[in-house]
């Protein structure tokens, strides 16, 4: 590898390290939340809108439902989620989260925003397009596996 490959490998490394440290700290430091980062991540899967399945948070998730199920029982018992039976099917089990729960996410999102925001600061339009053809390379690279 040369040394311009050999920076970009030890900085990739680097930023992954720091953003998942980091973005489990600003949540911690905002809120008091005791959460794991796959808690946090599944709360952001939920989401604020309308509630979701569990299905449906599973695949956003690449998860099974299974493994979704402890997760949901871990957030409803700290107070972050909720989930809700259909009146029509009760195998249908719907979740949203709660006022708690909403905190995290907005603060999760206000976390990805500012670092998008840090990250293009000062580019221009043509280098914000060679950023943007970076990002899509990385994200197929590890889309594959």
């Known amino acids: 590898m040369d040394k311009a490959l050999d920076t970009i490998n030890a900085q990739l490394v680097n930023i992954f390290d720091n953003v998942l440290r980091i973005e489990a700290a600003s949540?911690?430091?905002?809120c008091g939340a005791k959460?794991?980062?796959?808690e946090v991540h599944t709360i952001a899967a939920i989401g604020t809108g309308d509630l979701k399945s569990?299905?449906?948070v599973a695949e956003n998730l690449h998860i099974t439902v299974g493994t979704l199920t402890v997760a949901i029982n871990n957030l409803v018992k700290k107070g972050y989620a909720?989930?809700?039976?259909?009146?029509?099917?009760?195998?249908?089990?719907?979740?949203?989260?709660t006022k708690q729960g909403k905190?995290?996410?907005?603060?999760?999102?206000?976390?990805?925003?500012?670092?998008?925001?840090?990250?293009t600061e000062g580019i221009s339009g043509d280098d914000m397009g060679v950023l943007a053809r970076i990002m899509s390379n990385l994200d197929n690279?590890?889309?594959q596996f």
Not at 35 to 38: A, G, I, V, Y
Not at 82 to 97: A, H, P, T, W
Not at 103 to 119: G, P, R, S
């Open 27 to 30: 949540v911690t430091d905002k």
């Open 35 to 38: 959460l794991s980062m796959t």
């Open 54 to 56: 569990m299905g449906e």
């Open 82 to 97: 909720i989930r809700y039976k259909s009146e029509k099917d009760r195998r249908i089990v719907r979740v949203g989260l």
């Open 103 to 119: 905190k995290v996410y907005y603060i999760h999102e206000k976390f990805h925003t500012d670092m998008v925001n840090a990250m």
């Open 141 to 143: 690279f590890v889309a």
